[in-house]
């Protein structure tokens, strides 16, 4: 199966029962049911407003566009729900544990409207993929998409639980190490 890979992935400070986390796994709970179109443009429209109100709280991130990129939607969902699955292990170097990773994937027709609308939007210069005003303009992305060339979607926010956190040190290390400072 072909397809355009577009994902968004941002590491969030939002502490343990942070009222802002609970709404964006209320989002993760209402994406695990079969949505109509409509439905799915509302939700991802919800989740695009949860990102541009924490996006000052945004401390790292990481997004991708990929023409042909059918196999690197599967390698994401894969590697998420792999790691969703191990039991979650604390950070024991004392660092505070007070980040969440939020994670916005979409496998859209080739050709299709929203891979245009995502291409046209994706188009920056290199030296703004890293700033608060590309992370606010892709995150105001998410509700433009056409929901009928949408093959695919997920949304994850990791780790799930209110009490359960990522500390900063963990997320610049190893196996996060792809994951840029947002300025």
């Given at each position: ?41 509302v ?28 196999g ?24 505070r ?21 995502v ?17 606010r ?47």
């Amino acid at each position: 199966m072909s397809g355009v890979f577009f994902a968004l992935q941002v590491a969030v400070l939002s502490p343990p029962h942070d009222p802002w986390r609970a709404q964006v796994a209320s989002a993760v709970r209402e994406h695990t049911r079969d949505l109509r179109f409509a439905d799915q443009r509302v939700l991802w429209g919800r989740v695009a407003n949860h990102l541009l109100a924490a996006v000052d709280r945004v401390a790292l991130g990481f997004w991708d566009f990929v023409p042909n990129g059918a196999g690197e939607y599967a390698d994401w969902v894969r590697g998420i729900e792999d790691d969703t699955a191990e039991p979650w292990v604390p950070d024991a170097s004392g660092a505070r544990m007070d980040h969440v990773l939020v994670s916005a994937l979409f496998l859209l027709a080739a050709g299709g409207a929203s891979a245009q609308v995502v291409g046209a939007r994706c188009d920056l210069p290199e030296d703004e993929w890293r700033t608060r005003a590309t992370w606010r303009h892709l995150f105001a992305t998410l509700p433009l998409l056409d929901f009928s060339t949408v093959r695919n979607n997920a949304l994850y926010l990791t780790p799930g639980g209110d009490r359960a956190a990522f500390s900063l040190r963990e997320l610049q290390g190893e196996g996060y190490d792809y994951l840029l400072r947002v300025e």
